[in-house]
């Protein structure tokens, strides 16, 4: 017995168009007989959907992205200096646009919800005819907006989020991640703190109460422990709490001389500037000097910390002062147009645009399940990261992971951030299976009106 | 409840529906007219009535309607993952929640009236809220929110059917719901509940809440138990609150915690105050305009106000695009606020009764320069 | 263990002063004037960013472009001067440390400005009107202020470096004549615990001991008769507004170092100050001050590991957990008067 299957055209073709429907006229779904997949772009120009958050927590991040999609799409469309265009190895980009198609986009603020980045995703679907949906900027936003796109038949390509789910046990078909993850963070800063601080250290762990944080604990407490150090304690804090002394105050007698912010955004601004008002990097404990390590911080994280992130280790996916030619070529294009180097989350950003862009020119096509085949396995350099892989198995881009250092001198309001290490992709990479998932079909399902 | 409908209520029922069904239509020039703004449209107006049924009703000002809207969602994802992707049992598994938590929270909230029901509400919702987002996260998969997976057991589903390849979506006996379908399916829930209010609002049950309202000792003194009343009100605004949960779930299958949070109670606050409370339309208006500003008003990017402003030279368009830029986009939070202030201040029967005042003048006009045709026409007799 | 719980009871009474700040500034105005101001957040929140703007201004810098060298995105680099550094040398760098206690300068007339503004231009033609709609009409407010706020200092929040003498922990224990070390406690937060004493204090002294406090108080209890006296009351409950959102201005600025203040602080505040005013007892002064420091202290030891252990999660609905408790025992909160707000 088959399962009685029915998708919203076949009920418009068939006689049955009542029930719900009532009285559909025919004329909404104009258009939906001319094309073969869901928005294909049939005139002279293609649409990205830009799903931002232009407000709530993660703003100064979206805006920055903003500023970084803006820039690649000129850059795609031939205006401006070229940026990573030039230094994309292999590229089939033209500077014409994509496909002969010119660039333009449409923006959704997302408010850092995910509710709203969904119902901003599907608007741009819907009613702009976003041929592909980029950005976001937390990783619950990432996951929601993505599992969207696999239902509506759209290429997501995501911003910055580095739960190990949006490519683990979330990971979709249509969806697609430049930026690291939490278990890469782990195996990229374990080595350097163990060596700064030693193997025999008792962590304490402060971690925010929701999955990113969870994730990140896991794989920060398993890559430490096998250094050999002790976890006293990992204690949850609820989102957003503003105030963390009561979650501090037990710390300084808990017989711990490392503490682990698992803090993202405002939250590890907040916490880390308090736990400096604690006097803990002040403090000796179990005759060593206290330490406190911060596994994932942004240089804009880092610019609200101020003085407080001076010396503090944690890791990047990018930064802006690194030697090679495809950041160097990015930070002046950047700077060129804004007067500021670019974030992490620019930088992600620009380079997953233009990764489309690329994938569409090298498919020939537009087709959602052709470019999907065009990016799974590419394998590409020239875009900071060194030689770059999206894997087909999960859709992480497996490259070099930065282990950074808040800089104790800083020349500039920008320079916050030392790059202590680029730990190789070699290192980095691990084997897909082991946080399950399943990516799904790559045939789009007929829901796109 | 016997009574049969006045003739106004007809038309006015009969406008209702016209309007909802064409919305297709009517809401192309605002570049509102895709499925799922409308599907939300239709959802949180739902929502909203329900809400006004306690609020503009009772004079019980609830802060944590939130609670039930989440839980109703919640609900109705469980009923995908475990029984069938059909929406009839989610639906109901919805009301059957929602309308339990109601019933729990307004049994103690209840005990209280004033501000002192509002802190209680907005406690118990902010309590769900934070133990959905964290120790609950087995149940509401926390911060990623619950989704569906093909793995899902669908124990109903699996009974009658073969699994079907591919995502999972929800569907009504077999016919998917998302695009244009979702649209009238919720279109319908939200007629129904509309239906729903105007027979409450004219029943005894309605007139004996409109008594609570203006004068609950009064009620009391007269020997007269008030709680059974205000408490049924509670449940049916609850469980419609978790219907519209549970019909965004249908429509777009994710169930996160965010939509449960304090700011979430407060935003159906500001769709009944700002449509009009006590009103039948009222709330499903503002519910419209919220939804809108939300959506639409904040897309309104520097490039479409640069093309929107194309006609002014140079200069002047960019001041021009400084200072509204200010109050779209990302500033859309500051257009709400401002007229949400003026509505209070200047208009606190909202939309409603500043469409009664243009009519009411109008009609004033109306009759004014009729007299004023007579007074000229007579002269020339 | 004794270290352990004096400091989770330190920790409670730091986080108490400021719900207790707030939440009396909020009875005052619903004591004198009776309305429900959900705009006091947002008071709060301008009295941080009133540190934030002093601290801008005393920062002013001249920015002279050295087309000679390039920064590493290949711009002009920016050469920045201080300006007060420049005019006062040594003096202006002092004024720039002590930015955060000396914006209480700018804070307390401005703040008195804007309460004063707030309640002649929206706040008063609310007198008459329903709890629900002063509720409403300050909600907006309170969104609007918050809005704009973002439209001049950006959505990011604005670190406010404390003045590096009061930086780091004072060793209580050793002062106790304890070891060394054992229990230590941020400087600024016992300043600001002090701080909110001392507040409360002069609040409550200047309503006891004043003739201006004698009248108002008169006013709160029966204004009929003290209008009849033919004392203009509104003139005096005008300034009390302007009082309390002073209060919550220096609470605001106090606050800027331990909470880089954004402009949805309000907001967070609003929620948690409310739940305190109604603990306490809508209307009173007392019961506001006393809530304030037993949620605090509650919320405090609830986040401790072995309370959590017990009640997973606790701590996340501690606050709101007490509140149903005492809404349901005590009816009008622990110190309210009967009849109170129940419309």
Not at chain 2, 229 to 256: K, R
Request: glycine fraction near 12%.
């Amino acid at each position: 017995m088959t399962k009685f299957h029915m998708n919203r055209r076949g009920i418009l073709k068939g006689a049955g168009a009542g029930l719900v429907t009532l009285a559909t006229p025919h004329f909404f779904t104009k258009g939906a007989w001319a094309q073969d997949f869901c928005n294909n772009p049939t005139g002279g120009t293609v649409t990205f959907g830009l799903n931002l958050p232009l407000t709530g927590t993660y703003a100064e991040e979206g805006a920055d992205e903003l500023k970084a999609y803006e820039l690649a799409i000129k850059h795609l469309n031939g205006e401006g200096d070229g940026g990573l265009l030039n230094v994309l190895k292999p590229s089939a980009l033209k500077g014409n646009g994509i496909l002969g198609k010119k660039v333009e986009f449409v923006t959704s603020d997302s408010q850092t919800l995910s509710d709203v980045a969904r119902a901003g995703a599907t608007r741009m679907i819907e009613r702009d005819n976003a041929i592909m949906i980029t950005g976001g900027s937390s990783s619950g936003e990432a996951i929601a907006v993505q599992s969207l796109c696999q239902e509506m038949g759209i290429i997501f390509m995501a911003g910055l989020t580095h739960s190990n789910d949006t490519t683990g046990k979330d990971k979709r078909r249509y969806g697609f991640r430049h930026f690291f993850n939490a278990y890469q963070s782990g195996i990229a800063i374990a080595p350097v703190i163990g060596e700064a601080y030693g193997n025999d250290r008792r962590a304490y762990h402060l971690t925010a109460d929701y999955t990113w944080g969870w994730t990140q604990e896991e794989s920060i407490k398993a890559a430490t422990e096998a250094l050999g150090w002790e976890t006293v304690a990992a204690v949850r804090t609820p989102l957003g709490a503003g105030d963390y002394s009561q979650f501090l105050t037990p710390v300084l007698n808990s017989g711990a001389d490392v503490l682990i912010l698992n803090h993202y955004g405002n939250d590890m601004v907040n916490s880390l500037t308090q736990a400096v008002q604690f006097g803990m990097r002040d403090r000796q404990a179990n005759g060593k000097q206290f330490e406190i390590v911060v596994p994932l911080f942004s240089e804009l994280m880092a610019k609200g910390a101020g003085e407080n992130i001076k010396g503090i280790f944690g890791t990047s996916n990018w930064h802006w002062a690194l030697e090679d030619e495809g950041s160097q070529a990015f930070t002046k294009s950047f700077g060129a147009a804004y007067g500021s180097p670019p974030s992490q989350a620019a930088h992600t950003a620009y380079v997953q645009a233009l990764l489309y862009a690329d994938a569409v020119e090298r498919a020939g096509t537009f087709y959602p399940p052709e470019v999907i085949k065009a990016l799974e396995g590419f394998e590409f350099d020239g875009m900071g990261n060194g030689p770059t892989l999206y894997r087909a198995e999960d859709h992480q881009c497996m490259k070099s992971v930065l282990v950074v250092r808040g800089n104790e001198n800083p020349t500039s309001q920008f320079d916050v951030l030392d790059v202590v290490q680029e730990v190789s992709r070699e290192t980095t990479t691990y084997d897909p299976s082991i946080f399950g998932g399943e990516l799904g079909s790559a045939e789009p399902v007929p829901q796109c009106t | 409840m016997t009574s049969s409908m006045s003739r106004n209520d007809i038309i006015l029922f009969a406008g209702f529906a016209a309007v909802v069904l064409l919305l297709p239509i009517l809401a192309t020039p605002f570049g509102a007219a895709y499925p799922d703004l409308l599907q939300r449209f239709m959802i949180f107006g739902i929502f909203a009535i329900g809400f006004n049924i306690l609020f503009g009703l009772t004079g019980y000002l609830s802060f944590g309607h939130a609670a039930f809207f989440g839980v109703g969602s919640y609900a109705a994802m469980w009923s995908f993952k475990l029984l069938s992707l059909n929406a009839v049992p989610a639906l109901l598994f919805a009301l059957i929640v929602s309308g339990i938590f109601a019933l729990a929270i307004g049994y103690v909230s209840l005990r209280r009236s004033g501000i002192y029901f509002s802190i209680l509400t907005l406690a118990f919702a902010q309590m769900c809220y934070n133990l959905a987002y964290s120790v609950l996260t087995p149940i509401t998969n926390g911060e990623t929110g619950l989704r569906m997976a093909m793995s899902d057991p669908r124990y109903l589903d699996r009974m009658f059917f073969d699994a079907a390849p591919g995502m999972p979506v929800p569907s009504l006996f077999g016919m998917s719901l998302g695009g244009w379908n979702g649209f009238y399916f919720s279109a319908f829930f939200l007629l129904a509940t509309f239906f729903l209010a105007m027979r409450i609002s004219n029943s005894p049950f309605g007139l004996m809440l409109k008594g609570i309202k203006s004068n609950q000792n009064r009620m009391n003194y007269t020997g007269f138990n008030t709680r059974p009343y205000t408490l049924s009100a509670f449940v049916i605004s609850g469980m419609l609150a978790g219907l519209a949960g549970a019909l965004l779930v249908v429509t777009d299958p994710l169930a996160g915690a965010e939509r449960m949070r304090w700011t979430a109670s407060g935003e159906v606050v500001l769709m009944t105050i700002l449509g009009g409370v006590g009103t039948l339309v009222g709330p499903v208006l503002g519910a419209w305009i919220i939804k809108y500003f939300e959506n639409i008003f904040s897309s309104f990017n520097a490039n479409v106000l640069n093309s929107f402003y194309s006609f002014l030279p140079d200069g002047v368009r960019e001041v021009a695009v400084t200072i509204s830029s200010k109050f779209v986009g990302e500033g859309w939070h500051l257009s709400l606020g401002l007229v949400f202030v003026l509505i209070v201040v200047f208009l606190p029967g909202g939309i409603m009764e500043g469409a009664r005042r243009i009519a009411a003048w109008f009609g004033r006009m109306g009759n004014g320069s009729k007299r004023a045709s007579e007074a000229r026409a007579q002269p020339a007799e | 263990m004794f270290e352990v719980i004096f400091l989770q009871f330190l920790n409670g009474l730091d986080k108490g002063s400021a719900y207790a700040l707030i939440a009396l500034g909020l009875t005052i105005v619903f004591g004198t004037l009776g309305v429900v101001n959900f705009a006091h957040g947002a008071l709060f929140m301008l009295g941080c960013f009133c540190a934030v703007a002093f601290r801008r201004l005393l920062t002013l810098e001249t920015v002279t472009i050295d087309p000679e060298k390039l920064s590493p995105w290949g711009q002009p680099l920016q050469v920045r001067e201080p300006l007060v550094q420049a005019w006062f040398g040594d003096f202006g760098a002092i004024l720039v440390n002590y930015s955060v206690p000396l914006s209480l300068l700018l804070t307390v007339p401005v703040m008195l400005l804007v309460g004063v503004a707030m309640e002649r231009g929206l706040i008063k033609f609310f007198y008459k009107r329903p709890h629900a709609e002063q509720i409403l009409v300050t909600f907006g407010l309170a969104i609007v202020i918050g809005e704009l706020v973002k439209a001049f200092f950006g959505p990011n929040p604005h670190p406010q470096p404390m003045p590096t003498d009061l930086r780091g922990a004072a060793d209580i224990g050793a002062w106790l004549g304890m070891r060394a070390g054992v229990i230590t406690y941020p400087l600024w937060r016992l300043i600001y615990f002090l701080f909110a004493v001392s507040i409360i204090g002069a609040v409550f002294a200047f309503l006891q001991f004043t003739t201006f406090g004698m009248v108002v108080r008169a006013g709160m209890a029966d204004r009929e008769t003290v209008g009849i006296l033919g004392i203009d009351i509104d003139r005096r409950f005008t300034i009390m507004f302007g009082i309390a959102a002073v209060v919550a201005g220096m609470a605001g600025v106090m606050y800027t170092p331990l909470l880089p203040p954004n402009y949805t602080l309000g907001m967070d505040f609003l929620v948690i100050s409310f739940v305190v005013v109604v603990v306490g007892g809508m209307g009173s002064l007392p019961g506001a001050v006393t809530a304030g420091f037993l949620l605090g202290i509650l919320q405090s030891f609830a986040s401790m590991t072995q309370v959590k252990a017990i009640f997973p999660g606790i701590d996340q609905i501690i606050i709101y957990l007490v509140a149903v408790v005492i809404l349901l025992v005590r009816p009008r909160g622990l110190m309210g008067r009967r009849g109170v707000m129940e419309a």
